[in-house]
């Protein structure tokens, strides 16, 4: 299968690559604005396009030339405080970008299914396991951003009849993070030594994946027959708390870890519970997470 990724070079795509170029040609379209081209050293130069989603002619141009049948859109900016400080560029990329690869795939005439990565963000405040038919209500730029491009994968599906699968990514952890988020700022500060550490909220409570999970994840819904547009959570279905994750740090020490609150880091609004409900993903897929948080942990700690 010639499959596209494009955010390819990032840290989901990193691991989703790593899973299966080995079965499917792959080809990248990743600007590189928080990518690494060394996280895909498996790609060939003349499969990689270092080149922005924005660019509409150049998208048109380029998925007509490459002939995908099957499309995964990863590139977006997703770090909420960077989206909530560069909220034009965040949406321009998120909306306008996602408009431009889902018009070139139609154009392409060669799509068969297409696979886009939203997120939980687009759920509202809510201290159970959501389910996909919960009501949407995201917080901020980013979730609105993401709630936009599904709207814009059920009109593609409409005017196309391209299937499309909707992932709603929940907190994805392991190797080639590209984002501060919670887990590589632990790590951070625990591989350079410190065991006292500084981060934000303690509370809140995440529901944490590993990439490699999401990876598979991902192939047997790539794989699986879909009509229509499909949404799906794809999270591990546990949630956990900051304190907790330092726990599971402390664990793969075997040390002890300070925690002290960096007002700075500190979020004004924040939910206390974001945790998915990964029915849905398992019955049709047949799939379970084989990662639990000390796995993952374990393969991030310098000793
Ligand atoms: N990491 C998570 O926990 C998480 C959670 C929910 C949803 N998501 C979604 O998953 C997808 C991948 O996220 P990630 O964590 O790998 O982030 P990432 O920043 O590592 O990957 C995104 C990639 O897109 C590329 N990119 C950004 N703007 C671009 C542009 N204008 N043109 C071309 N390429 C561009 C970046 O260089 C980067 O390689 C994103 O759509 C994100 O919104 C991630």
Known sequence: MRVLITGGAGFIGSAVIKHLHEKHEIFVID?????????????????????????????????????????????AIHFIPYCNEHPFMSSDI???????????????????????????????????AVTENHATGPLDVYG????????????????????????RFFNAFGPNETNPHLIPEIQDQ???????????????????????????????????????VETFNLGRGIEYSVREIVESF?????????????PKRVRKTDRMHLLADVNKLKSFTGWNPEWSIDDGVKTLIEK
Do not use: W
């Open 94 to 128: 998120n909306i306008t970008g996602t408009m431009n690869i889902l018009d070139a795939c139609k154009a392409a005439g060669s799509v068969k299914k297409a696979l886009f990565a939203s997120t939980a963000a687009v759920y509202p405040i809510y201290d159970e």
């Open 250 to 262: 402390e664990r793969q020490l075997g040390e002890k870890i300070t925690i002290e609150v960096d």
């Open 190 to 228: 625990v591989n350079s030594g410190k065991r006292t550490i500084q981060l934000g909220n303690l509370d809140p409570k995440r529901d944490f994946i590993h990439t490699y999970d999401m990876a598979r994840a991902m192939e047997l819904l790539l794989e699986a027959e879909i009509q229509g």
């Open 31 to 75: 600007n590189l604005s928080f990518g690494t081209r060394g996280f895909i050293d498996q790609i060939e130069d003349d499969h990689f396009f270092e080149n922005d989603i924005r660019d509409r002619d150049l998208m048109f141009d380029l998925i007509n030339r490459i002939q995908p049948e099957t499309v995964v859109h990863l590139a």
């Open 144 to 167: 609105l951003s993401k709630l936009t491009g599904e709207r814009l994968c059920n009109e593609f599906n409409l005017s196309s009849n391209i299937p499309v699968i909707i992932c």
